[in-house]
C-alpha cells in the first residue's frame, strides 16, 4: 500500500496567514492526489482534486501544488473558518489511502 | 445536490454483524461507483472498498476482505455495507462517499458511529 505522510501533524497560525500543508507518498501517484477538509464532527469536504483543480464552490484561497511524491495545500489568507483537519488522498494505487491529516488550530 | 443519507447509529454486540445504508440522492445513482470509508481515532481514515451501483461489481481493500460486504439496491438509490464478526476493533464511524467521474471520492456521508460492546 502506498504510504502518505502529512506535515506537520498540527499547525497554530493567525488569521490573514499563508498556510502551507505538506503532504508525502512514499511512491509516485501521477498527480492523483486529493485534499479534504474536515470540521469536528462533520464528515470529510473535497477541497482540491488531482494535485490542483479547486471543487466547485470552495474558495480560491485554497490551492493545490504537487508532482511525483510530493504535494502541498496552500491557505492563501487563513480565515477562522478554516480551523479544521486536512487530509491528503492518494488514488492512484488500490488501495486508495489518505493521510493522517494536519490540524490547523488558530493562534 | 448530491445527498447520502447514512442510517443511525448501531450499538452492536462482538461476534454479531450490522448492515449499514447509505440512500443517494441528486444523481444518477447508477451512473457513480460508491466508495465506503473508515474512520477511527487511532487508525485514521481507511477504504473499505468500492461497488459500482449499476453492474454490482465490487473490489474490497485486502484488510477488509471477509469483514465488509458491499451491496445495492437500484429501486431505492440505495448503497449497503454489511460488517461480520465483529469486534471492538471495528468500532468506527463508516461513511460512504461517491466517486466522481476523475475526482475519486467527492461526496460523502454524514457518517454513521458503529459501537461495538457487550
Known amino acids: 500500500d502506498i504510504q502518505m505522510t502529512q506535515s506537520p501533524s498540527v499547525l497554530s497560525a493567525s488569521v490573514g496567514d499563508r498556510v502551507t500543508l505538506n503532504c508525502k507518498a512514499s511512491q509516485n501517484i501521477n498527480k492523483y492526489l486529493n485534499w479534504y477538509q474536515q470540521k469536528l464532527g462533520e464528515a470529510p469536504k473535497l477541497l482540491i482534486y488531482?494535485?490542483?483543480n479547486l471543487q466547485t464552490g470552495i474558495p480560491s484561497r485554497f490551492s493545490g501544488s504537487g508532482s511525483g511524491t510530493d504535494y502541498t495545500l496552500t491557505i492563501s489568507s487563513l480565515q477562522p473558518e478554516d480551523v479544521a483537519t486536512y487530509f491528503c488522498?492518494?488514488?492512484?494505487?488500490?488501495?486508495?489511502?489518505f493521510g493522517a491529516g494536519t490540524k490547523l488550530e488558530l493562534k | 445536490q448530491v445527498q447520502l443519507q447514512q442510517s443511525g447509529a448501531e450499538l452492536v454486540k462482538p461476534g454479531t454483524s450490522v448492515k449499514l445504508s447509505c440512500k443517494a440522492s441528486?444523481?444518477?445513482?447508477?451512473?457513480?461507483?460508491m466508495n465506503w470509508i473508515k474512520q477511527t481515532t487511532g487508525q485514521g481514515l481507511e477504504w473499505i472498498g468500492i461497488i459500482n451501483p449499476g453492474s454490482g461489481g465490487t473490489s474490497y481493500n485486502v484488510k477488509f476482505k471477509g469483514k465488509a460486504t458491499l451491496t445495492v439496491d437500484k429501486s431505492s438509490s440505495t448503497a449497503f455495507m454489511q460488517l461480520s464478526s465483529l469486534t471492538p476493533e471495528d468500532s468506527a464511524v463508516y461513511y460512504c462517499a461517491r466517486s466522481g467521474t476523475t475526482v475519486a471520492v467527492d461526496y460523502w456521508g454524514q457518517g454513521v458511529m458503529v459501537t461495538v460492546s457487550s
Open positions: 488531482n494535485t490542483n
Open positions: 441528486g444523481y444518477t445513482f447508477t451512473s457513480n461507483h
Open positions: 488522498f492518494q488514488h492512484n494505487s488500490w488501495p486508495d489511502t
